[in-house]
């Protein structure tokens, strides 16, 4: 099965024009991360992320109305806790 790449790539001006135009979807609301500094960006290292692939999956209505409640990136994030499940039998 070949996976289908969905990554867009935006310029700056494209992303200012979107911005501009209030195409942008970034949440008003959305909290800034914490500043860098120089010795951040020293030992910084870039890291692809890993392919995705599409399933079918039922889960107990309960577990995903819980993840859902919270806000969009629901899937995202039962995503994260599942990855965190496979780190940590891999220790």
Known sequence: M???????????????????????????DAPEGPPVDKDFWKHARVVMPRGKTSVHLRVDSDVFEWFKKHGEGHLTRMNAVLRSYVDAQKD
Request: charged fraction near 30%; aromatic fraction near 4%.
């Open 2 to 28: 070949t996976q289908k790449n969905t990554t867009v790539k935006y310029s700056l001006n494209e992303i200012k024009r979107k911005v501009a135009q209030g195409e942008s979807q970034t949440r008003a």
